[in-house]
């Protein structure tokens, strides 16, 4: 024990701290050795000892540089809890404590007592380690006492190591110092162990576990020694510059990231008031009209490109936070987000490079595994028939030489089926045991198909119906995606439309088939002139009959035609009104409510459930349809029967290629917006027209292209195809009208 004082040295005048030992110099070896230590550690952590002696009362004493400020201990005590800034200095202060131990350790030296009130801070940013009264040495000292008595109690409670308090001779002294410096870290982490209540660890949980290593019961897990202690402690006060620096740049960029959104909204928003304003215009209307939308769209435009340059300094600014620390959660999060959403739009726009790099980005940002679940793509399926119980043979579509073609995946039922996960894709389930239609769904990333009807809560129960019969395909009920193909010529926004349950004739109406219409309403006594398909030849030539009377007063394919005409080619050259006549004729006969498809149930027969391109998938050829560039020869249409590959899921033929059909709607550049589909005869100028023909080009042979002509016109590309509606419920249009059944 001893005390230290405050003196002045004579010859030179220097303020010293001379340390005096209490007990007798004859029995003082202790204070000896911790002055001698001092001496041999020149190290700016250890105060060098100027001169010792021994005092006429016989005491030891010695003399060291005076340290002008305060303790560890004072320091934690008036350090406020909310002040970061304070805490970190605290803890470099114990690097540089850390890094004067670690030094003696490497002499061999050893503190046995470290705790804050022996680590003294200068005003001079000073840090050095005093009280080196209980230092056990192993120098080459002369006189030095190095040994360790068995059961020997030496250091302060709450400080040292257990098996130091335990006195086991043999523990490792260097890791009794990093206990200790443990503490002294959980002292400003925490306050020291009988002070200070409140909790300044806030966001430093590496100082936090460090402190829990080096204060282990089990000295293995502590750091080897003191210099180990103070690299780990400098290395997370690195990690929290860089965090520092880190937030700095996220600060920055959520900045951005509200001007982001205010801009596309902004930009959205005018968008939606330039469709709405081209929407009420006339197409043929003046300039004048149109321009206030154009405006509109020209402002939307300019602030997209600003948009876009934001947008990147946005995402550059989260790099940036990255790049000064790599594990800033937050700018992960907010990437795993945009990537997210960049895949998603990717994915509906059909762009498969750009979505498969949003994706990979996406899983790189994505630490806390939020968005695993929607990246792996697995969705689950409901379904309900009527009767319940029915198994089902299970197929993915998966894509072969280009086509996408049903592969077994397995089977599933009985039925009610209630979310069974499934990877995301599409699927057809084929009822074991009966003859009913195949159920066609699509499985989305993390969400559930079932067929639940717009308006409803439950879902809908499917009937296990037979087949509709020979030359006829049914398409269920339920939501399918429209349009959405920039490609496609004219086609719709991307979509989610309710369609009700149909059946549409597998090919379409054939000469042969429009042959006997006429015949019939002729043998009926009716005047069919008008309803006879015709062509022109030429500008000023008259129209030639297709369909005529022949000499034995029946009407036959016309000879002599410039089409060459077979009853198994598709019908061309008639109006709209000759499609609707013969759809009523047809109706009489089978007692079945014929008539032309609207287009979008037209597009869902085309496309499936899944969106793809073509009827048969997303890659085009010129041999799997009859287009442009099908033949050899001059180019014209085909049998029904020809170009077996241009079938769509549903069994539909002739979509893609052969001729176009008419649709029983009125043309419209928007989707309808009420759900389920009204199927509403068209009454206005032009009529909407779907799928390519013999002379079209591969773009306008997808599924999505819409297109459209006055009832009136006839055209050799332009036929039709008949379907029903299989629903009893009546319903009505938006403007009132029945909706055709």
């Not at 970061?84 to 605290?90: A, I, K, M, Y």
């Not at 697995?378 to 009527?386: M, P, Q, V």
């Not at 039925?415 to 239609?437: D, F, H, K, M, Q």
């Not at 090919?507 to 088939?513: A, I, N, Q, W």
């Amino acid at each position: 024990m001893g005390e230290v004082r405050r003196v002045r040295e004579r010859n030179l005048g220097q303020v010293l701290a001379m340390k005096i030992s209490f007990q007798p110099a004859s029995t003082d070896q202790r204070f000896l050795d911790e002055a001698r230590a001092m001496a041999a550690l020149r190290h700016p952590g250890v105060l060098a000892v100027h001169d010792h002696g021994v005092l006429p009362q016989g005491h030891r004493w010695f003399t060291t540089r005076l340290i002008d400020g305060e303790t560890l201990h004072d320091a934690i005590g008036r350090v406020d809890a909310r002040d970061v800034d304070s805490v970190r200095r605290l803890l470099h202060c114990l690097v540089l404590a850390g890094e004067a131990v670690g030094f003696a350790h490497r002499g061999g030296v050893f503190h046995r007592d470290l705790k804050p009130a022996n680590i003294l801070l200068s005003v001079h940013d000073e840090v050095v380690v005093a009280d080196w009264g209980l230092t056990v040495l192993s120098l080459d000292v002369e006189g030095h006492s190095d040994a360790l008595k068995e059961g020997e109690f030496l250091g302060t409670p709450g400080f040292m190591a257990p098996e130091q308090a335990a006195g086991d001779p043999g523990r490792d002294l260097a890791r009794c110092d990093v206990f200790s410096l443990g503490m002294c870290l959980h002292a400003v982490l925490h306050g020291p162990p009988q002070g200070l209540p409140h909790d300044r660890s806030g966001c430093m949980q590496f100082f936090v576990e460090l402190a829990r290593r080096c204060t282990s019961t089990d000295p293995a897990e502590r750091p080897e020694n003191a210099q180990r202690f103070s690299d780990d402690l400098r290395r997370g006060l690195a990690r929290q510059r860089q965090r520092r620096r880190a937030l700095s740049r996220l600060k920055e960029a959520r900045a951005l990231q509200g001007e982001v959104s205010t801009l596309h909204e902004r930009v959205m928003s005018l968008r939606e008031r330039a469709k709405a304003h081209l929407q009420q215009v006339n197409p043929r209307t003046p300039t004048a009209e149109k321009a206030p939308g154009w405006r509109l769209e020209d402002e939307a435009d300019a602030l997209q490109v600003t948009l876009q340059a934001k947008e990147a300094r946005y995402l550059q600014g989260l790099r940036a936070a990255l790049t000064e620390d790599d594990a800033c959660e937050e700018a992960h999060r907010l990437l795993a987000e945009h990537y997210r959403e960049r895949m998603a739009l990717a994915e509906l726009q059909g762009r498969a490079d750009a979505a498969a790099f949003s994706e990979v980005m996406c899983r790189t940002h994505d630490r806390s595994g939020r968005h695993k679940a929607w990246l792996d793509g697995d969705g689950a399926l409901t379904l309900h028939t009527s009767p319940q119980g029915v198994w089902f043979d299970l197929a993915r579509f998966e894509e072969v030489d280009r086509r996408l073609v049903p592969r077994p995946v397995g089977i599933i039922g009985p039925t009610p089926i209630t979310g069974i996960r499934l990877p995301r894709g599409s699927y057809v389930a084929t009822p074991r045991g009966n003859e009913s239609t195949p159920i066609l769904f699509s499985i989305s990333r993390a969400t559930t198909w079932s067929l639940i009807r717009p308006g409803e809560a439950t879902p809908t129960e499917v009937p296990m119906d037979p087949e509709p019969g020979e030359g006829l395909c049914r398409v269920r009920a339920g939501w399918f995606e429209a349009g959405g193909d920039a490609e496609g010529a004219d086609s719709l926004p991307r979509c989610t439309i309710w369609v009700d349950e149909f059946v549409v004739a597998q090919h379409p109406v054939t000469f042969g088939d429009y042959l006997c219409f006429v015949q019939s309403l002729d043998a009926q006594g009716l005047d069919v002139a008008d309803l006879l398909p015709v062509e022109r030849i030429g500008v000023s030539a008259s129209p030639r009959p297709l369909i005529a009377r022949g000499r034995n007063g029946s009407f036959a394919l016309a000879s002599g035609a410039a089409r060459h005409l077979r009853p198994e080619f598709p019908v061309v050259q008639v109006t709209w009104h000759q499609a609707c006549a013969y759809a009523a004729w047809l109706s009489g006969h089978t007692g079945k409510p014929w008539r032309l498809l609207h287009e979008l149930e037209w597009e869902k027969a085309a496309r499936g459930v899944d969106a793809r391109t073509f009827p048969w998938g997303n890659f085009f050829d010129p041999t799997w349809a009859c287009m442009l560039h099908s033949h050899e020869g001059p180019a014209d249409s085909v049998s029904v029967h020809a170009f077996p590959t241009d079938t769509s899921p549903y069994g539909v033929r002739g979509l893609a290629g052969n001729v176009r059909e008419w649709c029983i709607n009125d043309y419209s550049r928007d989707a309808p917006p009420h759900h389920p589909l009204a199927v509403v005869a068209g009454r206005g100028s032009y009529r909407a027209i779907r799928g390519g023909a013999w002379s079209s080009a591969a773009n306008f042979c997808r599924a999505a292209g819409r297109f459209a002509a006055a009832p009136e016109e006839r055209l050799s590309s332009l036929g039709f195809r008949v379907g029903y509606s299989t629903s009893s419920v009546p319903r009505t249009g938006p403007d009132g009208s029945m909706v055709v059944r």
